[in-house]
């Protein structure tokens, strides 16, 4: 920590080195680390090829979490499964991370019959109920207030889960932004706010985006703590939504944590940021690598060697090589689904065109005949 103020400092445990490494500081067991890095891999190998796969065309659209791993991982491993996720751009991930079925998530890039949401949603706005993750929205931060909505319901039925709203830098100029944090502020709701400040806002600096010295200094004025982070660190980043769920639960209400991080890439496969990225800012940014930084002090503890990197690579590139297949061979969603997910019961007019489409389907697939 570099200044005694949690908003205004930046909060880390991972060190750049294995000989700097205290194992007592660890949040997490050696077996743990492991998982944890290995998840962080998988994340960038899957993030590269769906990128690949929007260069071919067979993808229309695609937002890497490059760079931002270690937020991604470090949070989606603190929360329990009850709790509910409201992601932005590059947190979708957490939902495999959760258990939910990688041909189900890369079906919504294609927008097939395979898909949850059957083809409702642009790609990358992943989403699944029995994950407790829900879609977010391209308008940006307009997720903030249904999560804060979401928390407040639960502290009013008694439950014990917490809410988890991730919004990027940008999103903190928006006035969903003010309205969440207010609201949270004052009823107290168990909602964690992170904040993942990757420096850009697509191509709107941060330095650009605010006055205020940091983003976590922003929750004094709502009346909740702040903390600082070094969103490259898994280790700070998993103890500090850890802490922060801890503190939630036990009702004593939000906390914004802004992860410090940066965005290794474009902003999405529309963005080319080579117009406004440095080459030696990203290069600077390069040598704190999230996995890299973990790997280096796994590598140095022994905990892992070259051979089972190399390994694991083949085995994640193996899974979503499998899990492609089987995403694509499905078809488009069926029309009759256009009447479904929409109204609990189904009002007489609606009824009417579903059971006539349904009946023109049949005699479509029956064929000129009528066989």
């Not at 994950?131 to 308008?139: C, G, K, N």
């Not at 006055?211 to 490259?232: L, Q």
Request: proline residues 5%.
């Amino acid at each position: 920590m570099t200044d005694p103020d949690p908003a205004l400092g930046l909060y880390r445990l991972l060190p750049a080195s294995a000989e700097q490494y205290v194992s007592g500081e660890a949040v997490l067991t050696d077996a743990e680390l492991v998982r944890v890095y290995c998840d962080m891999r998988f994340m960038r190998l899957l993030d590269s090829r769906m990128v690949a796969l929007q260069r071919q065309g067979r993808i229309g659209f695609y937002g890497s979490s490059t760079g931002q791993e270690a937020v991604v991982v470090g949070a989606a491993t603190a929360i329990e499964r009850e709790d509910w996720v409201f992601p932005a751009l590059r947190e979708s991930g957490i939902m495999l991370l959760r258990g939910f079925p990688l041909p189900r998530y890369l079906a919504q890039l294609f927008g097939n019959s395979l898909d949850v949401l059957q083809g409702r949603q642009m790609p990358s706005h992943m989403s699944g109920r029995q994950v407790h993750q829900v879609s977010w929205s391209s308008a940006i931060g307009t997720q903030l207030p249904q999560a804060v909505g979401a928390a407040w319901a639960a502290r009013m039925k008694g439950d014990r889960n917490i809410t988890l709203a991730f919004l990027g830098d940008g999103a903190t100029s928006s006035p969903d932004f003010h309205a969440a944090m207010n609201f949270a502020g004052v009823f107290s709701v168990p909602c964690i706010f992170v904040c993942q400040n990757n420096h850009w806002s697509i191509s709107t600096p941060s330095v650009r985006q605010t006055a205020s010295e940091t983003i976590a200094v922003k929750a004094k004025a709502y009346g909740m703590p702040g903390i600082r982070v070094d969103g490259n660190d898994v280790l700070a980043v998993h103890g500090t939504v850890k802490n922060a769920c801890v503190r939630a639960r036990s009702g004593q209400g939000p906390t914004l944590i802004e992860a410090v991080t940066y965005r290794m890439g474009a902003h999405s496969t529309s963005d080319d940021p080579t117009r406004y990225q440095s080459v030696e800012e990203l290069e600077a940014w390069r040598q704190r690598d999230p996995i890299d930084r973990l790997g280096g002090v796994l590598l140095g503890l022994g905990l892992l060697d070259r051979t089972l990197i190399e390994q694991g690579d083949a085995e994640a590139a193996r899974q979503i090589d499998s899990a492609l297949q089987e995403a694509e061979r499905h078809g488009p969603p069926s029309q009759l689904s256009l009447f479904e997910d929409v109204y609990q019961r189904l009002p007489w007019h609606l009824r009417e065109q579903y059971q006539e489409l349904s009946r023109a389907s049949i005699r479509s697939n029956r064929g000129p005949s009528g066989r």
